[in-house]
């Protein structure tokens, strides 16, 4: 079973352009954005191993997925208004 990827480009396709934008532009972006999509990765991995929903650390690296999701939206949002 392939689990979905919640690639930023893949999760707000209406703001492709100010992501990539973002990227190539916005070095702390770029960042943020490169530890937010291999978290997803390996997140993804747990996932199709099996690993219970209630191991802790798990639980840990998909609140900070959220956490990490949440900060890139408002940056991508923000930036998307302002352009």
């Given at each position: 079973m392939s689990i979905a990827s919640h690639a930023l480009d893949k999760d707000f396709p209406e703001y492709s352009e100010t992501i990539k934008r973002l990227n190539e532009d916005d070095l702390q972006f770029?960042?943020?954005s490169d530890t937010y999509h291999r978290l997803d990765k390996q997140i993804r991995g747990l996932e199709e191993r099996?690993?219970?929903?209630d191991d802790n650390h798990f639980n840990a690296l998909k609140i900070q997925r959220a956490h990490l999701k949440d900060w890139l939206y408002h940056r991508i949002a923000?930036?998307?208004r302002s352009h």
């Open positions: 770029k960042t943020e099996g690993v219970a929903t923000d930036s998307h």
